[in-house]
Protein backbone atom coordinates (compact mmCIF):
# COMPACT_ATOMS: atom_id res chain seq x y z
CA UNK A 1 0.00 0.00 0.00
CA UNK A 2 1.79 3.41 -0.89
CA UNK A 3 2.31 5.38 1.94
CA UNK A 4 0.03 8.36 1.53
CA UNK A 5 -3.19 5.61 1.41
CA UNK A 6 -1.29 4.07 4.61
CA UNK A 7 -1.19 7.29 6.32
CA UNK A 8 -4.90 8.21 5.12
CA UNK A 9 -6.16 4.62 6.78
CA UNK A 10 -4.62 5.51 9.90
CA UNK A 11 -6.19 8.77 10.59
CA UNK A 12 -9.25 7.47 9.50
CA UNK A 13 -9.06 4.86 12.05
CA UNK A 14 -8.14 7.38 14.51
CA UNK A 15 -10.96 9.59 14.02
CA UNK A 16 -13.55 7.05 13.73
CA UNK A 17 -12.32 5.58 17.41
CA UNK A 18 -11.75 8.94 18.94
CA UNK A 19 -15.75 10.13 17.49
CA UNK A 20 -17.09 6.58 18.60
CA UNK A 21 -15.41 6.41 21.81
CA UNK A 22 -14.71 9.69 23.20
CA UNK A 23 -17.12 11.84 21.28
CA UNK A 24 -20.46 10.37 21.02
CA UNK A 25 -20.53 9.02 24.63
CA UNK A 26 -20.06 12.07 26.02
CA UNK A 27 -22.49 13.53 23.48
CA UNK A 28 -25.34 11.12 24.28
CA UNK A 29 -24.62 11.48 27.69
CA UNK A 30 -25.61 15.32 27.30
CA UNK A 31 -28.87 14.21 25.27
CA UNK A 32 -29.83 12.02 28.03
CA UNK A 33 -29.71 14.04 30.64
CA UNK A 34 -31.80 16.74 28.72
CA UNK A 35 -34.62 14.20 28.53
CA UNK A 36 -33.90 11.98 31.60
CA UNK A 37 -37.24 13.34 33.48
CA UNK A 38 -39.41 12.44 29.80
CA UNK A 39 -42.08 10.11 30.23
CA UNK A 40 -41.06 8.73 26.64
CA UNK A 41 -37.64 8.03 26.27
CA UNK A 42 -36.21 8.63 23.03
CA UNK A 43 -32.76 6.87 21.63
CA UNK A 44 -30.25 9.03 19.86
CA UNK A 45 -28.36 7.31 17.24
CA UNK A 46 -25.05 8.23 15.63
CA UNK A 47 -23.26 7.43 12.50
CA UNK A 48 -19.63 7.61 11.73
CA UNK A 49 -18.76 7.19 7.99
CA UNK A 50 -16.39 8.42 5.36
CA UNK A 51 -17.85 9.83 2.50
CA UNK A 52 -15.72 11.12 -0.74
CA UNK A 53 -12.60 13.27 0.38
CA UNK A 54 -14.43 13.25 3.40
CA UNK A 55 -12.76 11.82 6.28
CA UNK A 56 -15.49 11.28 8.95
CA UNK A 57 -19.01 12.65 9.27
CA UNK A 58 -19.98 12.32 12.78
CA UNK A 59 -24.43 12.67 12.14
CA UNK A 60 -26.69 12.66 15.48
CA UNK A 61 -30.43 11.69 15.28
CA UNK A 62 -33.45 10.17 16.93
CA UNK A 63 -35.81 8.55 15.17
CA UNK A 64 -39.34 9.72 14.89
CA UNK A 65 -40.87 6.58 14.13
CA UNK A 66 -40.10 5.34 17.92
CA UNK A 67 -41.39 5.98 21.06
CA UNK A 68 -40.15 9.08 21.99
CA UNK A 69 -38.23 10.24 19.37
CA UNK A 70 -40.97 11.88 17.92
CA UNK A 71 -41.89 14.22 21.14
CA UNK A 72 -38.25 14.67 21.59
CA UNK A 73 -38.42 16.17 17.27
CA UNK A 74 -41.17 18.37 18.86
CA UNK A 75 -39.76 19.73 21.19
CA UNK A 76 -36.48 20.51 20.08
CA UNK A 77 -37.82 21.55 16.51
CA UNK A 78 -40.84 23.43 17.48
CA UNK A 79 -44.19 22.85 15.97
CA UNK A 80 -47.17 24.95 14.02
CA UNK A 81 -46.31 28.28 12.97
CA UNK A 82 -43.25 27.86 15.46
CA UNK A 83 -41.70 24.97 13.67
CA UNK A 84 -40.51 23.48 9.78
CA UNK A 85 -44.50 23.88 8.78
CA UNK A 86 -45.10 27.20 9.74
CA UNK A 87 -49.12 26.33 10.34
CA UNK A 88 -51.38 25.76 12.73
CA UNK A 89 -52.61 22.18 13.41
CA UNK A 90 -55.69 20.43 15.06
CA UNK A 91 -55.94 18.87 18.08
CA UNK A 92 -58.77 16.46 18.79
CA UNK A 93 -59.51 13.73 21.65
CA UNK A 94 -58.70 10.25 21.04
CA UNK A 95 -58.95 8.31 24.67
CA UNK A 96 -61.33 10.42 26.38
CA UNK A 97 -64.31 12.35 25.47
CA UNK A 98 -63.05 16.14 25.60
CA UNK A 99 -59.14 17.23 25.86
CA UNK A 100 -58.40 18.72 29.40
CA UNK A 101 -55.61 20.94 30.32
CA UNK A 102 -54.67 23.89 32.84
CA UNK A 103 -54.09 27.21 32.05
CA UNK A 104 -51.11 28.66 32.26
CA UNK A 105 -49.13 25.85 30.89
CA UNK A 106 -45.89 25.08 32.77
CA UNK A 107 -43.52 22.76 30.46
CA UNK A 108 -41.30 20.63 32.19
CA UNK A 109 -38.72 22.10 30.09
CA UNK A 110 -38.11 25.69 29.97
CA UNK A 111 -37.68 27.35 26.60
CA UNK A 112 -34.70 29.71 25.12
CA UNK A 113 -35.29 33.11 26.92
CA UNK A 114 -36.74 31.52 30.22
CA UNK A 115 -40.05 31.17 32.23
CA UNK A 116 -42.82 31.94 30.07
CA UNK A 117 -45.20 31.79 32.71
CA UNK A 118 -45.45 32.41 36.55
CA UNK A 119 -44.91 29.33 38.65
CA UNK A 120 -46.85 30.57 41.34
CA UNK A 121 -49.82 31.54 39.40
CA UNK A 122 -53.00 29.92 39.89
CA UNK A 123 -54.26 27.21 37.65
CA UNK A 124 -57.73 26.57 35.84
CA UNK A 125 -58.71 23.18 34.08
CA UNK A 126 -60.38 23.51 30.80
CA UNK A 127 -61.51 21.19 28.65
CA UNK A 128 -62.50 21.49 24.51
CA UNK A 129 -63.81 18.94 21.57
CA UNK A 130 -60.97 20.38 19.35
CA UNK A 131 -58.39 23.19 19.23
CA UNK A 132 -56.66 24.76 16.84
CA UNK A 133 -53.53 24.86 18.34
CA UNK A 134 -50.53 27.73 16.97
CA UNK A 135 -47.78 25.76 17.77
CA UNK A 136 -44.75 25.89 20.23
CA UNK A 137 -41.33 27.77 20.35
CA UNK A 138 -38.60 25.02 19.54
CA UNK A 139 -36.29 24.33 23.00
CA UNK A 140 -33.04 24.10 20.68
CA UNK A 141 -31.87 21.34 22.39
CA UNK A 142 -29.62 19.76 19.47
CA UNK A 143 -28.35 23.20 18.26
CA UNK A 144 -27.32 24.65 21.94
CA UNK A 145 -24.95 21.07 22.68
CA UNK A 146 -23.58 20.90 19.38
CA UNK A 147 -23.07 24.49 19.66
CA UNK A 148 -21.62 23.36 23.65
CA UNK A 149 -19.30 20.51 21.53
CA UNK A 150 -17.92 22.80 19.33
CA UNK A 151 -16.59 25.06 22.09
CA UNK A 152 -12.61 24.01 21.97
CA UNK A 153 -12.92 24.13 26.06
CA UNK A 154 -14.68 21.11 25.79
CA UNK A 155 -13.20 18.37 26.94
CA UNK A 156 -14.75 15.50 24.96
CA UNK A 157 -15.54 18.25 22.24
CA UNK A 158 -14.92 17.81 18.50
CA UNK A 159 -11.52 20.27 18.31
CA UNK A 160 -10.18 18.31 21.39
CA UNK A 161 -11.13 14.65 20.10
CA UNK A 162 -9.66 15.11 16.58
CA UNK A 163 -6.51 16.25 18.33
CA UNK A 164 -6.07 13.83 20.02
CA UNK A 165 -6.96 10.89 17.10
CA UNK A 166 -4.39 12.92 14.74
CA UNK A 167 -1.96 13.01 17.54
CA UNK A 168 -2.54 8.92 17.94
CA UNK A 169 -2.35 8.95 13.89
CA UNK A 170 0.61 10.48 13.55
CA UNK A 171 2.81 8.63 16.31
CA UNK A 172 1.43 5.74 14.61
CA UNK A 173 2.24 6.90 11.01
Request: net charge positive; proline share 8%.
Amino acid sequence: MPQTQRARQIIREELKRGYGQELWPAANKSFQSEVNDWSQQPRFYNTIETRGATLFVFHLRVHKEEEGGLHFWWVNFGTGLEGPTGKTYSIDPVRAPALKFTVPYQPKTIPPGGLLYNPTAPTQWLTFQHINHPGMRPRKISERLFDDYLKRGHRNGFYQVTNRAFKRAFARI
